[in-house]
């Protein structure tokens, strides 16, 4: 099992340009999630998904966007890019009960 | 918002010397959880607790479920230097959407 993929790894953007960053999951989870993590400050949640067709904002929305057409998949849309958007960013999914997340490996995004 | 006040924000230990860490919040929580971060990858779940006052061990990791269910702490005995990385606890939000807050996390170093 692959788990939660996330693609690209790295990336660099300049102000104002758009990307998508790329969420995979091959468990059948239900729930998907977008955080970012910046230095000690956690992680913060962006967006959430309990389901195709469903999602939520989650803490630190603003700037972003999501879509969730199938169960596998969760891409997370930058419309126009900011530096405060460069962070580390991490798609988790989880079933519907009170296990723990699985997290994919991050995408690591400077804006410039 | 809720929040989690996780500390230390970091620890520089001997090889060989225990650790503890904790957290606490302001909100009561159902499920508390914690997670390791090891460099480059995403968080990685130790310990799920679910029961106030209950003590679960993983090998020489401890975690408690705190009371009041609005604290949780962590100890590691015996470090090693693979115990290296960033610990994260994070609570469960109520509710059927799985999100969990996630604390500032713990940095640890440990030097041979």
């Known amino acids: 099992n692959a788990g939660v993929t996330q693609t690209p790894k790295f990336r660099i953007l300049k102000i104002g340009q758009s990307m998508t960053l790329q969420c995979a999951q091959d468990?059948?989870?239900?729930?998907m999630y977008w955080y970012r993590q910046d230095p000690g400050m956690g992680l913060k949640l962006i967006y959430y998904s309990v389901g195709a067709g469903i999602t939520d904002k989650g803490e630190v929305p603003n700037g972003y966007n999501v879509s969730r057409s199938t169960t596998e998949d969760f891409p997370l849309r930058l419309e126009l890019a900011a530096p405060s958007q460069t962070s580390v960013y991490f798609c988790?999914?989880?079933?519907?009960?009170?296990?723990?997340?699985?997290f994919g490996s991050g995408t690591r995004l400077t804006v410039v | 918002g809720q929040q989690l006040n996780q500390s230390p924000q970091s620890m520089f230990i001997q090889e060989g010397e225990d650790v503890s860490m904790n957290c606490t919040s302001s909100?009561?929580?159902?499920?508390w959880l914690w997670y390791k971060q090891d460099p480059g990858e995403g968080p990685v779940l130790l310990i799920a607790?679910?029961?106030?006052?209950e003590l679960t061990s993983n090998g020489r990791l401890t975690a408690q479920f705190g009371i009041t269910r609005k604290d949780s702490f962590l100890n590691i005995s015996a470090s090693i230097p693979s115990d290296v990385g960033i610990y994260f606890c994070a609570g469960r939000v109520s509710g059927n959407t799985g999100k969990l807050i996630f604390g500032q996390g713990t940095t640890l170093q440990v030097k041979p």
């Open positions: 909100s009561i929580f159902n499920t």
């Open positions: 607790l679910y029961k106030a006052g």
């Open positions: 988790a999914s989880s079933p519907p009960s009170t296990d723990g997340y699985t």
């Open positions: 468990m059948n989870h239900n729930y």
